[in-house]
């Protein structure tokens, strides 16, 4: 991989990271303090440390982990266009899948794409 390929992956890879930080920071109220984009052939996947509330960690210290995850899927299941569509816009592909896991006891959350193997249209985001 040529360096300018390499600097682009790598720009691709902290712009999802910046921006589903982002997302969480606005629709949580409060961002995960650490983020790494991992970027193969047609998977994407972001892994984010330390995003849970102040209440998602007393409800946890509590017993109530279900509690927890079913909120966090829900929430998932309502972001996954918004999270889809960044992912979409910075690699120029289509996204056919997106799945998030929770793993509650390390305070981590890890989201996948699948990218199609269409490229999404640019034309808006490249000022064409």
Sequence with gaps: M??????????????ISTEIVRLQAEYYGKGPTKAKTYIAEDVV???LEESFTRAEKTLAARGERETIQQIRRRFQQHMAENF???????TGRKVRAFLSDTDIDQDVSVETFLLADGRTDMTDFEGG
């Design 2 to 15: 040529s360096e300018r390929e390499q600097k682009s992956l790598g720009e691709m890879r902290a712009a």
């Design 45 to 47: 996947v972001v892994v």
């Design 84 to 90: 889809t569509s960044v992912v979409e816009q910075v």
